[in-house]
């Protein structure tokens, strides 16, 4: 086994993009999986799933439960993106309700703030924002009522600082009987 892996999918380009980003740091292969269903997963040690939430619900949570065999002996990431705020109180509900509650408890989740651009929405997607706007809560309308793009690489640092620990935490035997050493270049999967 080694290195990592990155799973996303999405329709309007921010979670490809947070996607993009991690593999950059992380030179984990990145494949987009409405074009790459069923890609192998068992050479990887590290799976990280990036998925936008539509219409309360992870876009890839119901091909994260089926392919949940597949993550036992893994570290599992989940990043969502969505136009919820990070801080609402609901979206931990949300994605434990999509993945389930042992996936949700086997893995790592990390909410990443999203972008709403209305002329950039299929006429449903419209449709489904005026809903949720209409009869949706307090909060949701105020954070929704305009145009916003929150996508920036920094948002990814706490994936980022969990990974190197998780990775220093893994290797430290290995370091401190010098069967290992630290990457030349500095990317985990060297």
Request: hydrophobic share 35%.
């Amino acid at each position: 086994m080694h290195g990592g892996v990155i799973l996303y999918a999405g329709k309007y380009g921010s979670t490809e993009q947070y996607a993009r980003w991690l593999s950059q740091g992380t030179a984990y292969r990145c494949f987009d999986l409405e074009q790459n269903p069923n890609p192998d997963l068992k050479p990887y040690r590290v799976v990280i799933v990036g998925s936008p939430i539509r219409q309360r619900q992870l876009l890839l949570g119901g091909w994260c439960r089926e392919h949940r065999a597949e993550f036992l002996d893994k570290q599992v990431i989940v990043f969502s993106v969505s136009a919820t705020p990070v801080s609402d109180p609901v979206l931990p509900e949300m994605i434990e309700e999509s993945l389930g509650e042992a996936l949700f408890k086997q893995c790592q989740w990390f909410p990443l703030p999203g972008r709403l651009i209305t002329a950039e929405l299929s006429l449903k997607d419209r449709l489904i924002l005026y809903f949720h706007d209409y009869f949706g809560e307090k909060i949701s309308k105020r954070y929704m009522q305009r145009d916003f793009n929150h996508i920036a690489p920094g948002h990814l640092e706490p994936i980022f600082a969990y990974l190197w620990d998780w990775y220093h935490r893994d290797h430290r035997p290995l370091y401190q009987s010098g069967k290992l050493r630290m990457p030349k270049t500095g990317h985990l999967n060297d």
